[in-house]
């Protein structure tokens, strides 16, 4: 699976759009974007996934480049509940085995503040 | 509801002994996944499982040991033989083959040894 990187860190005031970055620049054609997010001391929740087209869902919006290279994770109403971790992930969609697996680095933290 | 379940949520041992972390998931997901979260890391791999009766090693295997003998369970044991088992401990299901279903994870259980 491709890597990530993602800033350590970010806060945003609540009730404004919080934007989180992504690189994934050795993405492959057959990669997602997943993104995850985990509220401390809890198991990490699924928010959004795409391909190549943006995404979104109740919980967020997805903006992927036209290059695949990076993306961007869209709380457009940042709450004090969506402080936590956020996680970056690539892989493949259709998996076994040792592919099956996903690889979570150490993510962003997103802190919102009153 | 359906959902992962882990078991217990606080779990305290003397150090040198076996203990077993319990994951129950009764969404009909083939595959399941250990995960180890230390304090500001990110997740790693112990062990997964994508069908009833066989697991691989993940990443960080090493002193622990699992089990799958049936769908709905993947117990892990953290032997005497892992160096430093206090950690939070996570288990995840998926749909196998299918990466867009994404993960689902249980609550964690939160390891002490003493």
């Known amino acids: 699976d491709a890597k990530t990187t993602q800033p350590p860190s970010m806060d945003c005031a609540e009730g404004r759009a919080a934007n989180l970055p992504c690189n994934h620049s050795?993405?492959?054609?057959?990669?997602?974007v997943y993104w995850y997010r985990q509220i401390h001391s809890q198991g990490p929740q699924y928010i959004i996934h795409?391909?190549?087209n943006n995404e979104t869902n109740e919980m967020a919006s997805l903006i992927i480049t036209e290059d695949r290279k990076s993306s961007t994770l869209i709380l457009p109403h940042a709450t004090l509940r969506d402080t936590a971790v956020y996680y970056c992930?690539?892989?493949?969609?259709?998996?076994?085995?040792?592919?099956?697996?996903?690889?979570f680095g150490k993510g962003i933290t997103l802190s919102v503040r009153p | 509801d359906g959902g992962i379940t882990q078991s217990p949520k606080y779990l305290f041992r003397k150090e040198g002994q076996n203990v077993t972390l319990s994951c129950e998931q009764n969404?009909?997901?083939?595959?399941m996944y250990w995960y180890r979260q230390d304090p500001g890391q990110g997740l790693r791999l112990i062990y997964y499982?994508?069908?009833?009766?066989?697991?691989q090693k993940g990443d960080i295997a090493e002193g622990y040991s699992v089990s799958r003998e049936k769908k709905e369970s993947f117990p892990l044991t953290v032997t005497s033989a892992q160096k430093n088992p206090t950690a939070f401990y996570l288990c995840?299901?998926?749909?196998?083959?299918?990466?867009?279903?994404?993960?689902?994870f249980g609550s964690g259980t939160r390891l002490t040894v003493v």
């Open positions: 995840a299901s998926s749909i196998a083959g299918q990466g867009n279903y994404g993960y689902t």
């Open positions: 050795t993405i492959s054609g057959n990669e997602y």
């Open positions: 795409g391909l190549k």
């Open positions: 992930i690539v892989r493949v969609a259709i998996h076994t085995g040792a592919n099956s697996k996903l690889t």
């Open positions: 969404l009909n997901h083939d595959a």
């Open positions: 499982s994508q069908i009833v009766n066989d697991f």
